[in-house]
């Protein structure tokens, strides 16, 4: 109900709003309390040994419906990524705004849509564009980020303009492998399917 009267809203990011629930001197937020002492545990664990946070990532598709070859070409895309931003880190790009950037260079180049793009495509809003993708475009994907990051090793790019570059490089290489395989099944690779429809995520790869 409008009472025609202004009024102040507070905002607060997650880590300030955990920190004011671990505050309330409340019995109600004992339960919440509780379950970030058990996520604070979980994610100690994980730093401690990588492999129980992959094998929650797997728990984590599994439930929610993937298939067991999709969730393994999931998992893989995970790990190139980090590997990426790792190297990324290493050649001075420090702002979520420089990874969307190099992100969405290198969508661009071997995709030929920005990341926007690609998830309007898919009709997509919040949702992670990758959860989306059908494994032959993970595997594409995947493709842009491993040889991005292995011309960036190789070339070590000293400034925000030569990221760019390789990033674009990167994709190319991608984009070269898209043309083939969709020169091989004579249909475009670049789908609109979504996870609405996760039976039809797994596209079979033409035989080689």
Not at 40 to 52: H, N, Q, V, Y
Not at 75 to 95: A, F, H, P
Request: glycine share 4%.
């Amino acid at each position: 109900m409008r009472t025609g009267k202004s009024r102040k809203t507070l905002a607060a990011n997650t880590r300030q709003l955990l920190r004011i629930i671990q505050s309330i001197p409340s019995p109600k937020a004992e339960p919440f309390k509780l379950w970030l002492a058990q996520v604070g545990s979980e994610r100690l664990d994980e730093i401690a040994d990588p492999e129980k946070a992959i094998l929650r990532g797997a728990d984590f598709y599994r439930a929610k419906g993937y298939s067991e070859a999709w969730i393994n070409q999931r998992l893989q895309t995970i790990e190139m990524r980090k590997e990426l931003t790792d190297e990324w880190k290493k050649r001075g790009i420090e702002t979520e705004k420089e990874y969307a950037i190099l992100t969405n260079e290198m969508t661009r180049a071997w995709s030929g849509m920005s990341v926007q793009q690609y998830k309007a495509l898919k009709d997509l809003k919040k949702e992670n564009l990758r959860d989306n993708m059908t494994n032959i475009e993970l595997v594409l994907n995947m493709l842009a980020e491993v040889t991005t990051t292995a011309i960036s090793k190789n070339e070590k790019p000293d400034t925000f303009d030569k990221n760019k570059q390789v990033a674009k490089r990167g994709g190319s290489v991608a984009k070269n492998a898209r043309l083939n395989i969709e020169s091989e099944v004579r249909q475009p690779v670049i789908s609109p399917l979504n996870a609405k429809d996760k039976g039809k995520l797994d596209v079979a790869l033409p035989k080689t």
